[in-house]
């Protein structure tokens, strides 16, 4: 072979690498700046209240989240260092997951968020109405999270509260009637017995109501996947407000104070562009929700101290954006 075919042959080998350098796979972490969104995108934050993670996702067997665990978890991404590190109850809870702000707010709902809410960033960024932006749950206190004290939002860009609903089940028919009839983009469903029954002290029981909400959870996303307005444009998290207290630190029944068994939430997320059978280890909390949510439908959150969640995204392929 002459030298200069050979000169030729190693810039040709060269060239080749160099387009093959272009065409490698994304970097590891994903900017949500290079993801494809979905046209019209919509949000549903699936609350379970107060499970404890070593009884649900923390479980080895997997036993009372089976719909959760072995249905939508290989959909989705699995967030498996989730905290609330601020008040570990119900309130205070809800509220960090929507302003992206710890603040210890009075439990029985009789304190409103110094921070905006997602409700209202959402309805102030867009005009939607306020039938776009709904808390479906059980416990009436939770009217309180609809809306913040921030003069520059406040009642006049509330959430819709529609609470009070006596048992799961309830709530769930509520969720169905709204997302189907309103098709409202921002929705919090709230499921308040799992734990009111662990309240109680009835192990059993606590356990026969995961087992429900679990069911529940499949089901919300299954209507999300059959209704023309959700399918392929909606994302859906599941998590929780709080855990409860590890058996180091007074068991299942109660929970409030900052032990790793109060602290630990679950978290799973859904949606076109969530990665699908992935599991994250990065420690995310409450926070992170209300400006991953404000991201995900193209609002600012500026009062929110939380992260981006970029690591739960799928890499972009389409090249839009
Ligand atoms: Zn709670
Ligand atoms: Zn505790």
């Not at 249905?71 to 699995?78: A, F, H, I, K, S």
């Not at 009642?155 to 009637?177: E, P, S």
């Not at 998590?239 to 299942?252: I, L, P």
Request: net charge negative; aromatic share 8%; charged share 15%.
């Amino acid at each position: 072979m002459s030298r200069s075919l050979l000169t030729l042959c190693a810039a040709l080998a060269l060239l080749l690498a160099a387009c093959e350098t272009e065409v490698l796979p994304p970097a590891e972490k994903v900017h949500r700046a290079e993801i494809a969104h979905t046209p019209d995108p919509k949000v549903v934050v699936f609350v379970i209240d107060g499970p404890r993670y070593s009884d649900s996702f923390g479980d080895s067997l997997h036993a009372h989240v089976d719909g959760m665990w072995n249905t939508l978890r290989p959909q989705g991404t699995l967030c498996s260092n989730f905290k609330n590190l601020g008040t570990t109850l119900t309130v205070s809870g809800h509220a960090a997951l929507l302003t992206g702000v710890w603040q210890t707010l009075n439990n029985e709902g009789l304190e409103h968020p110094t921070n905006p809410t997602l409700f209202e960033y959402y309805r102030k960024a867009t005009g939607a109405p306020i039938e776009d932006a709904v808390l479906v749950g059980g416990k009436p206190k939770l009217n309180a999270c609809v809306y913040s004290l921030d003069p520059a939002y406040g009642a006049a860009f509330a959430g819709l509260a529609d609470t009070g609903h006596a048992t799961d089940y309830a709530t769930y028919d509520r969720l169905i009637q709204r997302l189907s009839t309103d098709h409202p983009h921002l929705v919090m469903a709230s499921f308040s017995q799992v734990d009111q029954k662990a309240h109680t002290g009835v192990w059993g029981d606590y356990i026969d109501q995961m087992e429900i909400v679990d069911s529940l959870a499949v089901l919300t996303w299954n209507y999300l996947q059959s209704d023309p307005e959700y399918a392929n444009q909606t994302t859906m998290f599941i998590t929780a407000d709080h855990g409860r207290h590890d058996d180091a630190h007074g068991g299942f029944q109660n929970h409030g104070d900052a032990c790793p068994g109060c602290q630990r939430v679950i978290f799973l997320a859904l949606g076109p562009e969530i990665r699908a059978g992935f599991e994250i280890v990065t420690q995310y909390t409450q926070r992170d929700v209300c400006t991953t949510v404000g991201n995900l439908l193209g609002f600012s959150t500026p009062r929110s101290s939380g992260l981006l969640m970029d690591d739960i995204f799928e890499p972009a392929t389409t090249g839009v954006r």
